[in-house]
């Protein structure tokens, strides 16, 4: 996906295209403020040739004969170009910072928007801490790039043609030698940075690597912790750092040796305007004046082109940035129709099979169908392929052949937010926001009621605990819930699911954190909120599944067996042995169960 430095520039440049009037105009002053911040120096050469040619200096010859006037004109139109310089540098200076803002703001809610949109197939491929690198590092360098470095370019290019010209202008015998050279600088520049260019998108990759890994790090620093893995964690880091270091010094250590380059290049322009033009100026075929602002001026390309080498590194890196960025905008995204239409809930799976990132099959020709309203299980060792059921019913994934469908409607043909919408989802490990309780349950139905939130609440067997604390539903839960305990969390995550009132209600392990009292206290809640709903359960614990209308038995991903509770019981498969476990009871096929 790697994209020639000029190609991200141009995408850069049509991504800005609604902020082009900014642009334009920050452009516009800034070559305007380059012009008039070679002003002093022409001036200089003017003063000089009036104290020198007198009566028949410039300014005489334009018709100020009074020397008093002509220097009084002299401080005027210095004035004037300090003031016009500042006046052009104040005007680029808030176009630039303001573009820099709208953009760096722009793109990092569209990217995150994007990202939000994507796959989870693309998703899941990306690391966390990489991603996080992309939508902060890379975004932050193209806002500094904005706010400063292309000023810095538009300098180099503005001072060269203004030079340029009044070299020309002045004395071409000259010019031909200053000049000359800069195209030669600027080209050669340019095709030796183009050769570095891979270094800094190591670099940045480099970057987005200690990001991922200290993202990952710091989420399992308990883990780390009870393990005494620190110093293992430690030398991950420092060979990641040790090679985002390495990466740097390889693309530094070239990059620093054009600065000494350049500056020997521009310095045989500024021998042969002192000799060549000395030489003009003694034999009188240059004027004093002229002389000196030649002399100035090849002062002034010389500051700008010692920058170069600085310029394109960080025009390097900020394409580099950019590219990581325009990258992260091809991750594919969830494409569904507009079509949000209600549901009853009935699901039917016709020979649905699938299997993640083309490996071997996770789920095999599973075909089942529940009416609304209807409560069905599924049961099965670890792996059976349960929560891989689930991803599909909520469209994380499609099958890989086979068909699920809502009602009568393909779930391909429904709007995937709008049947989302219709579901309540309680997932393994439910994961609860930086906030109130109260956000916590009314997270994403922010319409919801006081008194639906503390309902739904009561439903879940989590008022109780939730009046406990401190300040009730509004106690701070910290990020990722984490003073809560798992069990506090679950329940707090059957409440989100149900404050909505879904008409299918998923729930995935949703019990397997908490106490049997507690469990207890959920199922008789579920058996009442359930009521009128689809319900979906997967649980290890099969007396929460028991009462179900339908439990299918997922064995290797396909369906074992299905029945009842005491349908299966009778069938003294795998159901009945896993039943006689959990109840302590002598297995009669234990081989049943153990894989
Ligand atoms: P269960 O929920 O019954 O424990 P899963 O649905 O999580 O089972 O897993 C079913 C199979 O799919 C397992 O072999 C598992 O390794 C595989 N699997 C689950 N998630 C992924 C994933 N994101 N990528 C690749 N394979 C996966």
Redesign the pocket.
């Known amino acids: 996906m790697k994209k020639p430095l000029a190609s991200s520039f141009l995408q850069l440049l049509l991504y800005m295209r609604p902020f082009r009037r900014i642009y334009l105009s920050a452009t516009l002053y800034s070559f305007l403020n380059k012009l008039f911040d070679l002003m002093p120096e022409i001036l200089l050469g003017i003063a000089v040739n009036t104290v020198v040619a007198r009566e028949q200096s410039w300014l005489a010859n334009l018709g100020f004969c009074d020397l008093k006037i002509q220097l009084i004109l002299l401080g005027l139109m210095t004035m004037v170009a300090y003031g016009l310089e500042s006046l052009s540098e104040y005007l680029f200076s808030i176009r630039w910072w303001n573009l820099a803002q709208i953009v760096q703001h722009n793109f990092r809610m569209q990217a995150f928007e994007h990202v939000q949109k994507s796959t989870?197939?693309s998703f899941?491929k990306q690391k966390t801490g990489n991603l996080l690198s992309i939508l902060n590092d890379d975004i932050n360098q193209l806002e500094r790039f904005l706010e400063e470095g292309i000023d810095k370019i538009i300098e180099v290019i503005g001072t060269s043609i203004f030079v340029g010209s009044i070299f020309f202008f002045l004395a071409p015998q000259i010019a031909i030698f200053v000049v000359i050279p800069i195209p030669i600088i600027i080209y050669s520049t340019f095709r030796f940075q183009k050769k570095l260019s891979p270094y800094y998108l190591n670099i940045r990759e480099k970057a987005g690597l200690v990001g991922a890994f200290l993202a990952n790090s710091l989420l399992g620093l308990l883990a780390t912790k009870s393990l005494v893995a620190e110093q293992l964690e430690k030398k991950k880091l420092e060979k990641a750092s040790m090679a985002y270091k390495d990466a740097s010094f390889n693309a530094i250590r070239w990059g620093a040796l054009l600065v000494p380059i350049i500056r020997f290049v521009i310095l045989s322009g500024i021998l042969v305007t002192l000799i060549y033009g000395g030489k003009l100026t003694i034999e009188q075929k240059l004027d004093v004046g002229v002389y000196s602002i030649l002399i100035f001026l090849t002062q002034r390309l010389l500051w700008p082109f010692t920058e170069i080498a600085d310029i394109m590194i960080n025009f390097q890196r900020v394409m580099a940035s950019t590219q990581r960025l325009l990258n992260l905008f091809e991750l594919p995204t969830e494409n569904s129709p507009d079509n949000i239409v209600p549901i009853k809930g009935r699901i039917t799976f016709d020979d649905v099979s699938f299997?993640?990132?083309n490996?071997?099959p996770?789920?095999h020709n599973l075909t089942f169908a529940t009416e609304p309203g209807q409560h069905i299980a599924?049961v099965?060792?670890?792996?059976?392929?349960?929560?891989?059921?689930?991803?599909l019913l909520l469209g994380f994934y499609l099958p890989t052949s086979g068909k699920i469908f809502f009602d009568n409607k393909e779930i391909r043909e429904l709007s995937l937010p709008g049947l989302r919408k219709q579901l309540g989802f309680v997932s393994?490990e439910p994961f609860l926001f930086e906030g109130t309780i109260a956000e916590n349950i009314s997270y994403g139905y922010v319409e919801a009621t006081p008194e639906q939130i503390i309902e739904a609440a009561k439903n879940a067997a989590a008022h109780e605990f939730i009046m406990r604390l401190p300040e009730g539903y509004d106690t701070i839960i910290g990020e990722r819930g984490q003073n809560l305990s798992g069990g506090q969390k679950q329940r707090l995550a059957i409440a989100r699911a149900i404050v909505r009132n879904p008409t299918i209600l998923i729930l995935?392990?949703a019990t397997s954190s908490v106490d049997n009292a507690t469990e207890l206290a959920i199922q008789r809640s579920l058996s009442k909120i359930g009521q009128g709903r689809t319900m979906i359960l997967?649980a290890h614990r099969l007396s929460m599944v028991k009462h179900a209308d339908k439990i299918f038995v997922?064995k290797?991903?396909s369906i074992a067996e299905q029945g009842t509770h005491e349908e299966l019981l009778q069938h003294d498969n795998v159901y009945a042995n896993l039943w006689k476990l959990q109840m302590g009871e002598t297995l009669t096929h234990p081989e049943l169960i153990i894989d």
Do not use: P, V
């Open positions: 989870i197939t899941s299997s993640y990132h490996h071997t996770s789920l599924f099965g060792a670890t792996g059976a392929g349960k929560s891989t059921l689930l991803h393994q995935d392990e997967i997922l290797k991903g």
